[in-house]
């Protein structure tokens, strides 16, 4: 038994040297032994000592486990590939997004600059190309598991710096409850996702559902603070425009 294992591994250690187009004396010298200890192991007379399977397995381009059944691990071998793909793939999807988001923001910017009236309308395109890269590069950028959470983050702080520069360039006053609205719809959807994916002290750790319960009613609120205000101050404003239509009359 103990013999055909020793068979067993000099075939395989021969059948991976010659496939790499090695000679027993170059693959001894990239070991520093001997030519006639290679030719025992691949005749099967001995195993290499153990402190030369490491280097062995870096020559041969095996691993130590392949190494010692003396023979490939295919299922391995096809993670591996699939993994190096994915790999890949991940990174000429990150260089394509880079090209796209950055190509479309320069040319924005160029056209817009030679209107000769500065930086207008390319602002908001900008902030709408951040909307979008929220949800599709920043993903890629961040850790696997916070994948999520960074894109319900992301497309709720560029969502609102959208809506903040529309309104800037724009001249308009619904900003706050735009934004508030915005953000309270957003995160009804993806906050319990974002509360279950966030690492939490531990008191907050068994109240993750008291945690997003307590943060819609915040944004609640704020959103009908804002609301009431609006309409009371454009309640004082009708009132204050009817007074003065009557003592224009009078």
Known sequence: MENDKKKSFGEFVTQRRKALGLTQREFA???FVTDS???KWERGMSYPDIT???DICEILGVSEHELLTASEDVEARSAEKLAAK???YARNFKLAQYILYGGAALACLICDAADGGGFGWSLIALAA???AASLTLLPALVPER???VSAALGLMASLTLLLGVICAAGGYGWFAP???GSLFGLWLLTGPYIVRRLPLPGALKGRRASLYFAISLLLLLALLGICCLREGASCRCR???RATARWSGS
Do not use: F, N, Q, W
């Open 29 to 31: 010298d990239k070991l």
């Open 37 to 39: 200890a290679v030719s």
């Open 52 to 54: 030369l399977i490491r």
């Open 86 to 88: 994915y790999r890949r």
């Open 129 to 131: 190309l951040l909307t």
């Open 146 to 148: 916070m994948g999520g």
């Open 178 to 180: 735009a934004a508030l």
């Open 239 to 241: 009132a204050s425009s």
